[in-house]
């Protein structure tokens, strides 16, 4: 599936030990995207000039006895929503391609960049961030690298399928009701979705401030946490950034879980979930030892209030346009916005004091263990242009309940951490890690066990 | 135009919202599936006293 890229950690000790040079990985991933992106549509843009001369100029400072970091000559992509100076952020519009290009980088994509990290493109993403499958009306669908019948997950599916297509090494995605989860779960590769506020969103193009989270893809634990890492940060210009110390999650990576306790969410979290996303879930919940099944009690409602306050959140902030340009909206997009403006304020007013209620909830679910585990998916990828899931014995419409596990858990900004398992179909699916507020490393600690169990299959 | 189609464009109206005719039933739709879910979170029965979560920090 990965081509000949090898893993973040590798190439980057790789290039900063000499036996690599950046430019030359830079070539061999854009020759990777020169012969399958056609086929697959996982950049908007890809910048190849400006990567050969970012990779040249890691090179001459390595030969000049600098350190460029702990990404040295890493191919990285990063979802279209994230500002890359000089080119338009799409954010997967067209309302959006008539601005003028960012003046500046964003701040996540600046701090992998100052790693050493090689940027290669933007990538194809839902129409604002609106969706679990990336069929973009604009630019066009993402395809699943296992099946191009199949769909890459969405909103963030140009940056997984990069990832899982050998593209690029590491991808950013953004994450508010399960954007990284969903296609980290479809592709078969691990993705990050942190604590609300640990990761600054300045210089990203929001969907829904309150829920909004970014985070990063990639194809082994140590690559994940290594990015994550390097990620970390205060920025005061995010409203939402948190003021806290950077808690490296590398060191503690091979720490084993022995004193963790492991609980398997049921529930809400077992309705509609297909044989393959149970067996997944069983698999891991074994590799950690554990029996105890524990319960997030409301977590239908949890999710329903995420959905409400997107709706009417992302109907306020594209209100001027929707009334200015509506027919420059896709139509699934358009018309969720204009019913979310219509949403009674009394919802949301009730759907954040839910939300504290739900957080309480699950503080006190974690005084009993440490992490949680969920299906990240209730199926593995969905065809493109599918309209309907079979959840259970129901018949439901499929875009919205893809991410029917992950909605509850984004909603009061849990981290996550999801891995990979394979199927008997060979199509992948995706366990949820969740872990208390701020325990990230934790999260990782689990999937690093896991991963040494070699009971997971990434792309 | 059905009457759920009629209606939203009637609410649009109080609102300042011009909903254009062709996308009014689609609309209603998706209406229809927002008020579903948030009839869940009406339906939920919260202590007074319980607060909004923190969404704004001075």
């Known amino acids: 599936m990965t081509g000949a890229l090898l893993a973040a950690h590798q190439i980057a000790s790789n290039v900063r030990s000499g036996r690599a040079s950046a430019e030359e990985i830079t070539g061999r991933a854009l020759s990777t995207i020169a012969a399958r992106d056609g086929e697959l549509n996982c950049f908007t843009t890809v910048l190849a000039d400006r990567a050969i001369r ?44 008539q601005r003028p290009p960012a003046a500046c980088d964003a701040v996540l994509v600046s701090r992998l960049k100052a790693a050493g990290a090689v940027l290669l493109g933007c990538q194809n993403m839902d129409e604002f961030a609106y969706g679990f499958t990336t069929e973009n009306p604009h630019y066009g669908p993402t395809r699943n690298p296992h099946d191009t019948a199949r769909s890459a997950g969405g909103s963030s599916g140009g940056s997984a399928a990069a990832v899982a297509a050998g593209m690029v090494a ?23 979705k942190p604590t ?38 205060f920025d005061a210009r995010d409203a939402a950034s948190a003021n806290r110390a950077v808690e490296p999650a590398l060191p503690d990576l091979e720490r084993g879980i022995d004193a963790l306790r492991v609980g398997v969410l049921d529930d809400w979290f077992e309705y509609g979930a297909s044989a393959e996303a149970q067996s997944a879930l069983a698999r891991v919940a074994a590799a950690c030892g554990s029996a105890q099944t524990v319960r997030l009690p409301e977590a239908r409602r949890a999710r329903a209030a995420a959905f409400c306050l997107t709706g009417a959140s992302a109907a306020a902030l594209h209100l001027q346009h929707l009334k200015s340009r509506p027919h420059d909206f896709g139509p699934a997009v358009r018309d969720r916005l204009f019913a979310g403006a219509l949403l009674p304020a009394m919802v949301l007013a009730q759907a954040q004091r839910l939300r504290r209620w739900f957080a309480a909830a699950a503080a006190q679910l974690f005084q009993r263990v440490d992490v949680l585990l969920a299906p990240a998916t209730p199926v593995v990828a969905t065809l493109l242009g599918q309209e309907t899931l079979q ?22 900004g849990l981290p996550v951490v999801v891995v990979p398992l ?38 | 135009m059905n009457d759920q189609a009629t209606q939203v464009a009637a609410v649009a109206a109080l609102i300042g919202l011009d909903i254009p005719a062709q996308y009014r039933q689609s609309v209603a739709r998706q209406l229809v599936a927002l008020q579903e879910q948030a009839q869940l979170v009406l339906d939920l029965r919260l202590a007074e ?10």
């Open chain 1, 391 to 412: 959840l259970g014995e129901e018949q439901v419409p499929a875009r919205p309940n893809i991410g029917l596990y992950t909605q509850p858990i984004s909603f009061i």
């Open chain 1, 422 to 459: 394979s199927t008997e179909r060979k199509l992948p699916i995706g366990v949820q890690i969740i872990a208390p507020p701020w325990r990230e490393a934790t999260a990782l600690r689990v999937a690093a066990h896991l991963e040494r169990e070699r009971i997971l299959s990434s792309a």
């Open chain 1, 54 to 97: 970012d990779a040249r100029a890691i090179d001459t400072r390595i030969r000049q006895g600098e350190d460029p970091g702990a990404l040295a000559g890493v191919p990285v992509g990063v979802k279209d929503l994230y500002d890359v100076a000089g080119v338009v952020t799409l954010a997967g519009s067209k309302i959006l391609a």
């Open chain 1, 170 to 192: 590491i991808s950013l995605g953004s994450d508010t009701n399960g954007s990284i989860r969903v296609p980290s779960s479809f592709c078969g590769i691990f993705g990050l």
């Open chain 1, 196 to 233: 609300f506020g640990r990761l600054p969103r300045t210089g990203s193009f929001p969907f829904v401030h309150d829920l909004d989270h970014l985070g990063p893809f990639a194809r082994c634990v140590r690559d994940l946490a290594l990015a994550y890492d390097v990620l970390q940060g």
């Open chain 2, 49 to 58: 006293s319980t607060e909004p979560a923190p969404v704004f920090l001075p």
